[in-house]
């Protein structure tokens, strides 16, 4: 099979960490990035997350906190009180 060069352009500090890891794991930069290559043809995917941070306001639980008080509203199952209200009510 024929050899083909990539290069990339990588944080120095970057890569002399992940050289001094994979020299501690026995095996050289080159080795580990063809391993990478080979899983993700394999697999036919990155093999690991990739995932945008997000605000976590937006999480499932709280998704799902909105649409049941949306729910609840729609249903005309909401009371509404002023905080006058309900500093008088003092429970």
Request: some cysteine.
């Amino acid at each position: 099979m024929a050899q083909t060069t990539l290069n990339v352009r990588i944080d120095s500090d970057v890569k002399k960490d992940f050289d001094l890891f994979c020299s501690k794991v026995g095996m050289n930069t080159s080795v580990a990035i063809n391993m990478f290559v080979r899983a993700v043809l394999r697999d036919k995917r990155i093999p690991f997350d990739v995932a945008e941070e997000t605000d976590p306001f937006y999480s499932e639980s709280n998704m799902n906190a909105l649409r049941r008080s949306i729910a609840q509203a729609e249903n005309g199952e909401v009371v509404f009180k002023t905080m006058k209200e309900l500093e008088v009510m003092e429970l």
